[in-house]
């Protein structure tokens, strides 16, 4: 199989701080990890992509500075909201690759499969 | 553009009923995914399909790949109460790896 956790599922936190978001591969290595963020029933939009051993790249108009991703193992890659706002209030998904971002460039681009995990629920009071 | 327009928005019909759900772009692409989420999870993937043209069924789910690769449909027989979600789906962003997503289609099946 090939299983994707996040932790917490849910978290409460006041305006002005911080709060990590993990995202796991726990039976498979995942060199591409991808996060998104879905507002109430809106679909999914991308956030950002994480390559493990080098930097996220952002997606247009989200704030590198405020949602700081770090995928520093193939198993794990961890999203912060720095200073977080009520606006920030989200749910935010997670999904892992076993494809190489560059494998992907080579032949049939997007016939890969991606594993997302539960989301993590985030209330900004 | 690269934009997944799913139809319809929403979708409340009565258990044993069929419906069809399409998802339409005006750029081909090379492969499409459709998926199912629950609320407060992630989306599940059901299918992908890579061939214009291309059936697949999922026991009462039958998806269809547009023979011009711009669309796909799919279509639920005798709807269950368990078929209720939001259903996606998703292609490659041309050149990339990275995914995005329809609109969203969320059906609601009544007992």
């Known amino acids: 199989g090939a299983v994707v956790s996040q932790h917490p599922s849910r978290v409460i936190c006041k305006s002005g701080t911080s709060v990590k978001i993990e995202c796991r591969s726990l039976d498979f290595q995942a060199t591409t990890m991808f996060w998104y963020r879905q507002f109430p029933k809106q679909s999914l939009m991308l956030m950002a992509t994480?390559?493990?051993?080098?930097?996220?790249?952002?997606e247009q108009g989200v704030e590198k500075d405020k949602f700081l991703i770090n995928h520093a193992s193939l198993t794990l890659s961890t999203l912060t909201v720095t200073s977080a706002h009520p606006e920030d209030s989200s749910f935010y998904i997670c999904?892992?690759?076993?494809?190489?971002?560059?494998?992907?460039?080579?032949?049939?681009?997007?016939?890969?499969?991606?594993?997302f995990g539960p989301g993590t629920r985030l209330t900004v009071t | 553009t690269q934009l997944l327009e799913q139809s319809p928005q929403f979708l409340s019909i009565q258990e044993g009923e069929n419906l069809t759900v399409y998802c339409n772009s005006s750029?081909?692409?090379?492969?499409l995914q459709w998926y199912r989420q629950e609320p407060g999870e992630g989306p599940v993937l059901l299918v992908t399909?890579?061939?214009?043209?291309e059936v697949k069924k999922l026991k009462r789910l039958t998806f269809q790949f547009g023979d011009a690769r711009k669309d796909s449909s799919l279509h639920i027989t005798a709807a269950q109460t368990g078929d209720t979600g939001l259903y996606l789906c998703?292609?490659?962003?041309?050149?990339?790896?990275?995914?995005?997503f329809g609109t969203g289609t969320r059906l609601k099946v009544l007992a």
């Open positions: 399909v890579v061939t214009g043209g």
């Open positions: 999904s892992a690759s076993k494809v190489r971002g560059r494998d992907a460039f080579a032949g049939t681009s997007g016939n890969y499969e991606q594993y």
């Open positions: 750029s081909v692409f090379s492969s």
């Open positions: 994480s390559n493990e051993g080098s930097k996220a790249t952002y």
């Open positions: 998703a292609r490659a962003i041309s050149g990339t790896y990275k995914y995005i």
